[in-house]
């Protein structure tokens, strides 16, 4: 089992942010300063990968009993 991916801070970001180019700062600036559910300039810059969206790896679970609770 894989355990969750620790919380970046500020203080864990600012390095990287310092070590952008300047084209790169202004990228990240656009991405962050776009309209909130505006996804379309994220999604163009860096695509989905293929892991980002659920796939029906196990479709037997979904046959598993007391999935679906009291009934």
């Given at each position: 089992m894989q355990s969750m991916a620790k919380a970046l801070t500020a203080d864990d970001i600012l390095p990287l942010v310092a070590s952008l180019t300047p084209q790169e700062r202004v990228r990240?600036?656009?991405?962050?300063?776009?309209?909130?559910?505006?996804?379309?300039?994220?999604?163009?810059?860096?695509p989905p990968s293929g892991d980002e969206f659920?796939?029906?790896?196990e479709?037997?679970?979904?046959?598993?009993?007391?999935?679906?609770?009291?009934?």
């Open positions: 990240l600036l656009r991405l962050m300063t776009s309209p909130k559910g505006a996804d379309a300039p994220v999604y163009q810059s860096l659920s796939t029906d790896d479709p037997l679970a979904w046959e598993a009993e007391g999935w679906e609770g009291p009934g």
